[in-house]
């Protein structure tokens, strides 16, 4: 993983089919460059892409696109946050649920269906 497009990851833990992450975002992220100047947030596709990918490492997702996906971003996230990612993958449903917060807040959560591989 190049350390300049993705988080560091300081913990991971997973007990059956979810995975528990515990996450840093350096402020160095490429995707902090012009998005925005005064006022830098991590853009929402990244976080998507980031638990997408990081699913693919832990459970059987293939390389297929998701068919579905629904998000909600509540709160944007700043360089040099520190967050919990928790991802949930229900295997008969071929579904990927995940979760970013940093401490009490939420920051964004969705659902992704994949198709059967």
Known sequence: M?????????SRSRTGNVLALSL??????LYFQGHFPEAPILPGIVQLHWAVELAREAFALGQSAPVTVQVKYRNVIRPAARLDLELRFDPA?????FAYREGERPCASGQLTFPAP
């Open 2 to 10: 190049n350390s300049l497009q993705w988080p560091e990851i300081l």
């Open 24 to 29: 840093f975002v350096p402020a160095r992220l």
């Open 93 to 97: 449903r071929r579904r990927l649920g």
